[in-house]
């Protein structure tokens, strides 16, 4: 069985779709089977990997229409993982979901559990039915929050919501459910960043990880040159911080259904 990992925040630009590339592309250099899903309309993972969106037909608009297996949706990418991609057609199944239909990209993904060892999934931002779906389908929440004043408060947004509602609305399905907080746009040398993380550690103590992911020009370069940093700088010290990634999840997070 995959262990399902979402990388979910309700707040956008905290590294969520270079958490979800990067991580994907480390746990393949560890000899894993991973899939990465985008679940997001604006489909950057899609096109991180160097796949054009409208290019693509069909994608993950038609499997949660029902039209076709997310077996036959997925790609092989360059990069050793594959990828359930999307396109701005996902808009259209946001605005199409009811209450209950949270539970939808868990239902999707069960068939291929056995094909990977790892499932991870680029969730949109805010709190709507898709980024719920990410929520819902993971057995680990990676929380990437940027190192800055008001990271810790979408972290207690994101986990208050989960914890006071999609915990308890779906209650067996969740109830192993973890929550980790990975750090993103860490810099080392100032006072700012090692404070926050500091202080969220205080709040949430274990639930930080150790591994911060430092604020690099290198990301946006590797995004814009569609390849993981991984591949692009293969020494630089964030392609090194999504190992260690990597590297914890491996030793510690297990499937819990």
Known sequence: MATVISFSIFKGGTGKTTSAVN????????????????LDQQASSTRYVGIEPDSVNPTLYHVFLKQTPASVVRQ???????????SSL???IEES????DEILLRDILKPLHDEYDYILVDTPPGKAGLAFN????????????????????????LISHVQGIIWHKYRSELLKQQIRILFTMYKAGTNHSPGIVQATRRIYGGNVLDMLIPETIEFPRSFDLKQP?????????GAEAYRQVAAWIIDHAKTTT
């Open 97 to 100: 979901l009811d209450p209950g």
């Open 134 to 157: 990410g929520i819902v389908a993971a057995d680990w929440l990676f929380i990437p929050a940027s190192a800055e004043r008001m990271a810790i408060d979408g972290v207690s947004d």
């Open 90 to 92: 996902m808009a259209a």
């Open 76 to 86: 092989h990418t360059a990069f050793g993982f594959d990828i359930l991609p999307s």
């Open 23 to 38: 991580t994907a592309a480390a746990l393949v250099e560890k000899g894993k089977r991973v899939l990465l899903v985008d």
């Open 229 to 237: 940093i991984l591949s692009l700088s293969p020494h630089h010290p």
